[in-house]
């Protein structure tokens, strides 16, 4: 976790609903200027959670504090949800123009016509909507939609933002479009989030902390490498576990092909990043070839490294092994290879994968 100054903090809630309970967080802290993204499978109570932290959910025990400030009259959850936007899936527009849902949180704030008109037309524009200002909101398109609720929650300039799957079934470009808008006015304006998604790698691109939900309980949470790749238990390994992920810095581009420097070890691979930016580099188990010794004849892959099994797992049809390569990396056998490559738990190994097999996301700095 950030050693940043803490701004909403939960302590001991519960929510019951129809006689279970189905939230138990014993303690929740979201710190300024942090980026947090929420997963887990349906049903885990992450929505439940968002709306616990505004006080729009009724719980049996549980406290809130903003800013070290107790949150418990009437009068200071209002303020505590002026200070906070939040945006949904459905993006709940008014029968109205797109400029009057654009403007409505600021309305309902007292907020002064011209402060208004000037605030809504900064974000028509952020979030390329302002040729459509007139246009009723109820004739746009999936995507256009959730521009208009980004722009509302935004217009408000909050403090702090919840995002409930924003943009959930929209089409990948679009998708990747709004992340990007988002995220960009979220650093300008040192704004605390908080992300729900069923996207992990999302998750992985925004967040400075992942929090795994599961059954109503905070089951991990970490930075996004720490949590991939050393998930707790069983649960979160195989909801998140599936690929290394290494933190790293380009070390140099020639020519699109890249040398990324991790943390004991370079990897090659490819791509446009210019030398000092931060990336994660993804593996995928599969695309891990491992063999005993070093082989006669080097294959194609570039990545090549001596290392050793820490720990094989059973996984159906496959074994799943965690290598020490002087980085951790996974790796699948079929468990024919397995009793042909005679492999244990401490035995050196060789492991190699592809440069064009590691995927690179960007990083944000903790
Ligand atoms: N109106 C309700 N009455 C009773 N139980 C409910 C109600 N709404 C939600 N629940 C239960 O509360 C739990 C948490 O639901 P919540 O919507 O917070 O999960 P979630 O992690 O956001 O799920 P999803 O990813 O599907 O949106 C679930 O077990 C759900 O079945």
């Known amino acids: 976790m950030t050693q940043q100054q803490h701004l909403l903090d939960l302590k001991e809630l519960r929510v019951d609903r129809g006689g279970v309970t189905v939230l138990d967080i014993p303690s929740f802290s979201l710190c300024q200027n942090e980026f947090i993204s929420l997963i887990g499978p349906n049903g885990a109570g992450k929505s439940t959670l968002l709306l616990s932290l505004l006080g729009l959910m009724k719980h049996e025990t549980g406290t809130v504090t903003y800013r070290g400030a107790a949150v418990a009259s009437p009068a200071q959850w209002l303020d505590l949800r002026r200070r906070t936007a939040m945006v949904l899936q459905d993006p709940l527009l008014f029968d109205s123009t797109v400029f009057d849902n654009v403007a409505s949180g600021l309305k309902l704030r007292g907020v002064g016509r011209t402060e208004i008109k000037s605030r809504v ?52 470009p679009t998708r990747q479009a709004l992340t990007e808008d988002m995220d960009r006015i979220i650093r300008d304006r040192g704004i605390a989030a908080i992300l729900v998604t069923h996207d992990q790698s999302e998750a992985l691109r925004m967040s400075q902390r992942i929090v795994v939900m599961n059954a109503g309980r905070i089951v991990q949470q970490g930075t996004p490498a720490a949590v991939m790749n050393h998930p707790v238990n069983e649960f979160v390994a195989n909801f998140v576990g599936m690929e290394t992920i290494l933190e790293g810095e380009v070390a140099n581009n020639r020519h699109q092909q890249l040398t990324v420097r991790v943390a004991g070890g370079e990897i090659d691979t490819v791509g446009d990043d210019a030398p000092g930016t931060q990336v994660y580099c993804c593996i995928r188990p599969e695309n891990v070839t491992v063999t005993v010794g070093h082989p006669e004849n080097k294959s194609s892959a570039r990545n090549h490294f001596e290392g050793r099994i820490v720990e094989i797992a059973a996984m159906g049809p496959f074994l799943k092994l965690r290598l020490d390569c002087g980085f951790p990396l996974t790796a699948y056998v079929t468990r024919e290879s397995f009793t042909e490559l005679a492999l244990y738990e401490g035995k050196e190994i060789h492991a190699s994968f592809k440069a064009t097999s590691v995927h690179l996301l960007p990083r944000r700095a903790v």
């Open 121 to 172: 037309a900064t974000y028509l524009e952020r979030f390329n909507l302002a040729h459509m200002a007139q246009r009723s909101a109820r004739k746009l398109s999936g995507g256009e939609a959730r521009r208009v609720s980004l722009a509302r929650a935004f217009a408000v300039d909050p403090e702090v933002i919840f995002f409930d799957e924003p943009f959930a079934n929209l089409d990948p």
